[in-house]
């Protein structure tokens, strides 16, 4: 039987060539205000033809990261000021996931205002049939084996996934999954690192309490419960990495 498959495909030059100027500015090794060469040198040395590293500009620009100026060539954006949320890809993608603890801290702390907010909405606005799909798994949590991470963290993904589309809110399931690959870094060190201890049940009856909100339509509980968990949630992950590094 022939099955009809696409060919294989390495990444693309101009893919390439993005990943290497974004290392290279997220890194600082390109810093904000400086100059790159002309398209012609640079593309030269990066070994590339001039149209693929211009098209890989542009790109750049529309993240935030460069200015094309007119007469004036490439200059390099403070990403801070000037990024956008497509920078925060790049920043979680970039040095496989080993995040500055700056950009780690303020990664949790946003984490925490944004599924604060979304729990909230869920007990206004989420559906029986919503409500069902958190409890069942709830069921599937209570049934894993306390030291199965990869499972568990999988689960734990796909809760919060639920709740934030119970939200009603088009843009923080949108968000929850921007950040899947940097979520699911956190919570499998999490769960690797309390596997078979009773903080998984903790979890779990932290899952329970949000559902009980949301089924009773109590906002602020949900919101507090949610607090308490992720808040309760960093401490003992950043313990745990801090035992790891000592």
């Given at each position: 039987m022939?099955?009809?498959v696409e060919p294989l495909q390495v990444s693309s030059l101009k893919q390439a060539c993005i990943e290497r100027l974004e290392g290279m500015i997220l890194s600082g090794g390109l810093k904000p205000g400086e100059k790159?060469?002309?398209?012609r040198d640079f593309a030269a040395a990066l070994g590339v033809s001039r149209p693929v590293l211009h098209e890989a500009l542009v790109d750049l620009e529309a993240k935030g990261l460069?200015?094309?100026l007119p007469r004036r060539g490439v200059v390099i954006n403070d990403f801070r000021q000037s990024g956008s949320l497509a920078v925060l890809s790049s920043l979680l993608n970039y040095?496989?996931?080993a995040l500055a603890p700056e950009f780690q801290n303020s990664l949790l702390a946003m984490r925490i205002l944004v599924e604060r907010e979304t729990a909230r909405l869920a007990a206004v606005n989420a559906t029986p049939e919503q409500i069902e799909s958190l409890r069942r798994i709830l069921q599937e949590e209570i049934k894993t084996s306390r030291a199965d991470a990869t499972r568990l963290t999988d689960l734990d993904f796909t809760f919060h996934s639920q709740l934030a589309l119970a939200s009603a809110n088009l843009v923080y399931p949108l968000i929850l999954n921007s950040f899947k690959k940097i979520y699911i870094h956190f919570t499998a060190?999490?769960?690797?690192q309390r596997a078979d201890t009773d903080v998984i049940d903790e979890v779990i009856q932290y899952h329970r309490r949000l559902i009980d909100a949301l089924a009773n339509r109590q906002p602020d509980e949900a919101a507090a419960v949610m607090e308490e968990m992720l808040v309760r949630g960093e401490q003992q992950l950043l313990e745990g990495i801090y035992k790891e590094r000592s």
């Open positions: 022939v099955i009809p790159l060469p002309s398209e460069v200015s094309i040095n496989n996931g060190a999490f769960f690797r």
